[in-house]
């Protein structure tokens, strides 16, 4: 997926609100949109060094949180650690857990959406769903 206009998007409502743009919040920016779904603050700590090494891993986490905070990234905990991934259109996961690796799967067979009251007054704000199997090159190699 293409994350260059939201990424335009963050730069153009930073600099309306007087915020700076560094370039080690720049290659997190960018470390994020290419790390995909899922992505850990090391994952993201490690790619935004390669775009500019002089990124901090406390300059990840701000910037992650501020994301956050600004509702242009998601976050939640995965097996006890913080994972994130840049706002998008709703979707969900297919992962693999043989190699680890994620895929996107747009299709929701959740007909509950947001804003929508369910049993005891429930108001549901969004939902996330995984679905756990093998991928394709992992199902060749288990036979």
């Not at 963050?10 to 470390?31: D, F, K, N, S, Y």
């Not at 994952?43 to 891993?57: I, N």
């Amino acid at each position: 997926m293409d994350f260059s206009n939201a990424i335009r998007g963050i730069v153009r409502a930073w600099r309306a609100q007087g915020r700076r743009l560094t370039a080690p919040r720049r290659a997190v920016l960018e470390a994020l949109a290419r790390a995909g779904c899922r992505a850990d603050a090391r994952t993201v700590y490690r790619l935004a060094r390669r775009m500019y090494p002089k990124t901090g891993l406390v300059t990840v986490y701000r910037t992650l949180e501020l994301l956050v905070r600004e509702g242009w990234a998601e976050r939640w905990e995965e097996g006890g650690t913080a994972r994130y991934e840049l706002a998008q259109p709703h979707h969900h996961h297919l992962v693999c857990l043989g190699c680890g690796s994620v895929a996107r799967w747009e299709r929701c067979p959740i007909p509950v959406r947001r804003g929508t009251t369910v049993r005891g007054g429930f108001l549901v704000t969004g939902h996330r769903m995984e679905l756990l199997g093998y991928c394709k090159a992992c199902r060749q190699v288990r036979g």
